[in-house]
C-alpha cells in the first residue's frame, strides 16, 4: 500500500512538472553557487567554473599549514612586496588586476589578519600597513580581546552570562588555525539555507494532496469503508509522505552538495569555519557546519511538510495544504521583520533553514542557568515535534466523517 501511496503522487502531471521544476532549480542553484569561486590569472583576466577553482586551489595550497607567527609573518611581507609592485601602484585597472593576481593564494589568510586588526563589526582594508611583524602573530589573542572590547562597549545587550559565554567559546577555539583551499565549502555553506527553502516548498506541494485527493476524487467513502481504509492504508499515507519528503530531500541535497564540490573542490572540509566567518561562537570545522545546516534544514522540511499534510487532512483541501508550508517557511521571516517579539520570532520553523545565519551570529538564550545558542535549541526540539505529529496525523485522519 506504501508504494501504491507513492506512486499515486506522481501519477499526477503537476507533480512530475514538480520534479522538473525542482531540477532546474538545482541547475540554477548549482550554478550560482559555482560562480561565486572567481580566479584571475597572471593577465587580470577573471574566470570561474572548473578550472577557475583548480587554478585557486593550487595558488592557496602553496600555503597550506598552520597559521603559526612565522607563516603569518611571511604573508605579511609577501603582502608588502605586492604592494610595492608597479603593478599595484599604477592607476590602471588591468594592472591593478595583475597585482590582485599575485595575492590571491594568501587572501584568506589576509582577510583572518584584517579581521584581527578590525573592531568587531568592521573590515579595515588598510589596517594591514600599520602591523608589525611582532603583532601579526597575536591575531588569535586580539580575537578575544576584541570581542571583549566590543562587549564592554554597550553596543548590544546581553547579560552577564551570556557575555561569559561568548568569551569562554572564543577561548576553547582551537588555535593556531590550520589554512589550507576551502573556497569550495564556503561557497556551498552561502547558497545551501537558499537552496534548501526552495526544496521544501516543492517537496510541500508534493506531499499535500496525500490526504485530500480522496475527498477531490470522491473515492473517499470506498477508502475509509475499505476493510483497512482506516487503518492499514492511513499509515500507508503517513508513510508515503514521511518517505517523499525524506527520499526528496536527501537526494536533492546530496545532488547539489555533488556537484558544487565536484567542481569547486572539497579540499578544507576540517579547518575551522572561523577562516570564513571570523566571528562565529561555534568551534566547528567547515564540514560540521556542513552537517549541522543540513540536519536543520531536514528538520525544517518534515515540519512543513508534516503542517501541510495536517492541513490537508482537517480541510480536505489540496491548494489550502500547499500553502501552508509557504507560510510557515516564507510568511514568518516576513513576520519577524514587523512583531515587536524578536525573541520569539528566533524560535519561528523557518530559523532551522537559517542555521548559517546563525552559525555567522548566533542567537544566544538562556535555559536555566545555561547560555547556549538558538539553533542548538530549536533542532533538536522541532525534532520532537515532528515525530509527535505522525502520531496526531494518523488519528485525525482516522476520525475523518464520511459525508
Known sequence: MLRYEIKKVFSKSKNR????????????????????????????NSSVGISAARDLREAKNQW??????????????????????????????????KAYAKKQGIAGIMDVIIYAFSDYRDY??????????DEVGTIYERRISTLKNWLE??????????KD?????????????????????AALLQNISTFILMLALVIGFLVSGIFSDEFQTKADSIFFSARFGRSKGISAKVGAG????????????????????FILGADGANCPIQLDLWRSVYNIT??????????????????????GMLASAFTHSTPTAVIVPFIVLCAFPFLSRIITLPGLCSFFPDQLLEIYLDIKEAGLITLGSKVTTIATVIVPVYAVVCLIFQPILYRVYQKVEIK
Request: aromatic share 18%.
Open 242 to 261: 514521511f518517505c517523499i519528503a525524506t527520499g526528496f530531500y536527501l537526494m536533492f541535497v546530496f545532488l547539489y552538495t555533488f556537484i558544487v564540490l
Open 124 to 133: 579595515n582594508y588598510y589596517v594591514t600597513d600599520q602591523i608589525s611583524d
Open 286 to 307: 567547515f564540514l560540521q557546519a556542513y552537517l549541522f545546516i543540513v540536519l536543520g534544514g531536514y528538520i525544517g522540511t518534515i515540519f512543513a511538510a508534516t503542517l
Open 165 to 185: 559565554f561568548m568569551i569562554q567559546k572564543y577561548k576553547e577555539l582551537k588555535t593556531p588555525f590550520y589554512y589550507e583551499y576551502m573556497d569550495g565549502w
Open 64 to 97: 597550506a599549514g598552520y597559521l603559526t607567527a612565522d607563516t603569518l609573518s611571511k604573508v605579511l611581507e609577501e603582502n608588502r612586496t605586492i604592494n610595492s609592485s608597479k603593478e599595484a601602484l599604477s592607476d590602471d585597472i588591468t594592472e591593478q588586476n
Open 153 to 162: 562597549s554597550g553596543e548590544e545587550r546581553f547579560t552577564q552570562a551570556e
Open 17 to 44: 512538472i514538480a520534479v522538473i521544476v525542482l531540477f532546474v532549480i538545482l541547475a540554477i542553484t548549482s550554478i550560482l553557487t559555482i560562480n561565486r569561486v572567481e580566479y584571475v590569472d597572471e593577465n587580470g
